[in-house]
C-alpha cells in the first residue's frame, strides 16, 4: 500500500514551454501533497505544500505564478513549471500525506531537462 | 528555525562493521523524527519514524532530546545497505518534513 505515483518520470522541452507533472496517491486519500525540488548532490528543498480544495503555500523564495499546483481532488496534484527557462532544470520529486497519519510516501519524481 | 544536520556526506564501512549515522535536529518543541532511504535508481523510502521504536533491516535510531540527536545505527552492515539516507524532521502539527543533506553509506565486501 501507499504507493505514489508521478508522472512523467522524465521530459525535455523548449525554453518558454509549460510543462505539466501529475502527482497520484493510489491506494490511499491525501487531503496534502508535497513538491521538492532536488539539484545535483543536494538534498531535498520544500518548494509547497499543496492542499486538496484550496490554495498551495509556497515557501519563501518560490515563485507561485511560475509553479502552479493544482490539487483538484483527494488523490491528484498537479505542478505546472510556466515558461520554462533551463535554469528550472531539475528533478521535481513528490509527496503524499495519507489521511490522517504523519507520513510521507514519495513518487519516483521527474526529471526537467529546458533546453 | 527548524534545522537538520547530518554532518557526513559519505561514510564507508567494510561488510559487518557496525555502522551509525549521525542526525542531530534543531526544533523548539516536540518533532516527529523519521529516516528515509534511497537505493540506487529508485525512490525514497521510509526506513524508520522515532514513534515507532522498531527495527527495520536491523536498522534502530533512538531519539536523544537532550542531545537533539536521532541517529541510525546497525551493528553489522551488509553490502545491500549502500544507499543514501537522509535524516527529517516534522514539527508540530504534522508540518512538512524538512530534510538534512544526506549521507551516502557505502558498505564495502
Known amino acids: 500500500g501507499a504507493v505514489v505515483s508521478q508522472h512523467p518520470s522524465r521530459v525535455i522541452c523548449k525554453s518558454g514551454t509549460s510543462v505539466k507533472i501529475e502527482c497520484r496517491s493510489l491506494?490511499?486519500?491525501?487531503?496534502?501533497m508535497f513538491w521538492y525540488r532536488q539539484f545535483p548532490k543536494q538534498s531535498l528543498m520544500l518548494m509547497a505544500t499543496?492542499?486538496?480544495?484550496?490554495?498551495?503555500?509556497?515557501e519563501q523564495g518560490v515563485e507561485k505564478d511560475k509553479f502552479l499546483i493544482n490539487h483538484a481532488s483527494l488523490t491528484l496534484s498537479t505542478l505546472t513549471v510556466t515558461s520554462a527557462h533551463p535554469e528550472d532544470s531539475s528533478f521535481y520529486i513528490c509527496?503524499?500525506?495519507?489521511?490522517?497519519?504523519?507520513?510521507?510516501?514519495f513518487g519516483a519524481g521527474t526529471r526537467l531537462s529546458v533546453l | 528555525a527548524q534545522r537538520v544536520t547530518q554532518p557526513e556526506k559519505l561514510l564507508s564501512v567494510f561488510k559487518g562493521a557496525p555502522v551509525e549515522l549521525k542526525c542531530n535536529y534543531s526544533?523548539?518543541?516536540?518533532?516527529?523524527l523519521f529516516w528515509y532511504v534511497q537505493y540506487s535508481r529508485q525512490r525514497l523510502q521510509l526506513l524508520l519514524r522515532?514513534?515507532s521504536r522498531e527495527s527495520i533491516k536491523g536498522f534502530t535510531a533512538d531519539l536523544n532530546k537532550g542531545e537533539t540527536s536521532f541517529h541510525l545505527k546497525k551493528p553489522f552492515a551488509q553490502e545491500e545497505d549502500s544507499a543514501m539516507y537522509y535524516c527529517?524532521?516534522?514539527?508540530?502539527?504534522?508540518?512538512?518534513?524538512?530534510f538534512g543533506k544526506g549521507t551516502r553509506l557505502s558498505v564495502i565486501a
Open positions: 509527496s503524499a500525506r495519507p489521511d490522517p497519519e504523519n507520513i510521507q510516501y
Open positions: 491506494d490511499f486519500q491525501a487531503t496534502t
Open positions: 499543496s492542499n486538496e480544495g484550496s490554495k498551495a503555500t509556497y
Open positions: 526544533y523548539s518543541g516536540s518533532p516527529e
Open positions: 522515532h514513534i
Open positions: 527529517a524532521l516534522s514539527g508540530r502539527g504534522n508540518t512538512p518534513l524538512v
